[in-house]
């Protein structure tokens, strides 16, 4: 295994999905030793099932996976990771809802070639989307996480209008033009993600649609 470790940040803002998603991907990891970071334990993303075992700072899950916390301090997590044996395969770190994960991946680029970044993933509720762009408190958040995506999926579309899911698509379009789209895809969306390679290029124009409109 290469001395470089790959890292893929989910995003999204609160009540988006990321938690679904993560749990997909830990159920389908097929071998893969994952290493999730999330912000505290006290909001763990992880279903009660994949737990092995836990102690102050980690979480051991089914698989060989494990869980941390980074709370205030990202690059110890990090650093972390790449002392434990044996080393993860892959990084997926949960931000917050409110976090930026632009400014994470920059953070995170102070590794210099210690990690690979595979790319941001920002997951956006179509049911909810146009109304948070038009709230003012919460638009330029949402508005940054979108601009920083490679990838965007947008969730709970079953549960959106056609009116609030088409608004979404153009919003989506709007603030991050160059992201893969990906609809409701979070079942297929742990096989993109666990590839051995960067898979998230972030000029990428592909969209990919997988709910009827």
């Known amino acids: 295994m290469s001395d470089t470790l790959p890292m893929t940040i989910i995003a999204g803002y609160l009540g988006a999905g990321k938690t679904t998603l993560i749990n997909q ?25 994949l737990i092995e ?6 979480i051991a899950l089914a698989g060989g ?11 110890l997590a990090l650093s972390k990771m790449r002392t434990l044996d044996p080393k993860p395969d892959h990084v997926l770190l949960e931000t917050s809802g409110v976090a930026l994960p632009g400014k994470i991946a920059a953070s995170v680029g102070l590794f210099g070639n210690d990690i690979q ?6 997951l956006a509720d179509a049911e909810c989307l ?25 969730t709970k579309t079953d549960l959106a209008t056609a009116d609030q899911r088409q608004n979404s698509r153009d ?19 742990h096989e993109v ?6 898979v998230i290029p972030p000029s990428s124009t592909t969209t990919i649609r997988t709910a009827s409109p």
Not at 53 to 58: G, P
Not at 176 to 184: G, I, W
Not at 193 to 198: E, K, R, S
Request: charged share 20%.
């Open 65 to 75: 996976c494990v869980c941390c916390s980074y709370g205030d301090d990202l690059m």
């Open 130 to 154: 146009p109304d948070h762009l038009a709230d003012s408190y919460l638009a330029d958040t949402i508005i940054r996480q979108l601009a920083a995506a490679d990838l965007t999926v947008l």
């Open 25 to 49: 991907i830990l159920r389908h990891a097929d071998g893969q030793r994952l290493a999730v970071l999330v912000n505290e334990f006290g909001a763990l993303p992880i279903d009660a099932d």
């Open 53 to 58: 075992a836990q102690d102050d700072d980690l």
């Open 171 to 189: 919003i989506i379009c709007q603030h991050a033009p160059r992201a893969t789209l990906l609809e409701n895809g979070s079942e297929h969306l």
């Open 193 to 198: 993600l666990l590839q051995d390679t960067a």
């Open 117 to 122: 970044m595979q790319g941001i993933v920002v």
